[in-house]
């Protein structure tokens, strides 16, 4: 990070996330490496069971689920009879043009 000149950049700290950052004395260790402040970041979560879920290894599935909620249009998303269809459309154009004499 600091050959990249990135760790200049950072601001305000790092955050740790995942399962590994509840290893006891991770934060400490990443403080005296980053010579920052460091957090263990934990999911915000409404209308959940905090207790199951405010653990820093669900972050990742957490915020894909919250990525592909709020990046995907379900309304255009295609079928699966359509998929299937364009699938077996392709397949049958290659059999085809292997075919070609």
Wanted: some cysteine; overall charge positive.
């Amino acid at each position: 990070l600091r050959k990249q000149g990135v760790l200049e950049r950072i601001g305000a700290g790092v955050t740790l996330g995942g399962g590994g950052s509840l290893i006891k004395g991770a934060a400490e260790l990443a403080g005296q490496v980053f010579c920052m402040p460091v957090r263990v970041g934990r999911p915000k979560l409404v209308n959940a069971k905090q207790e199951i879920l405010n653990n820093p290894g669900y972050l990742t599935p957490l915020g894909l689920l919250h990525w592909g909620k709020h990046s995907t249009d379900v309304a255009e998303a295609p079928s699966l009879a359509s998929m299937l269809r364009l699938d077996l459309s392709r397949l049958w154009e290659a059999v085809r043009g292997a075919f070609r004499w």
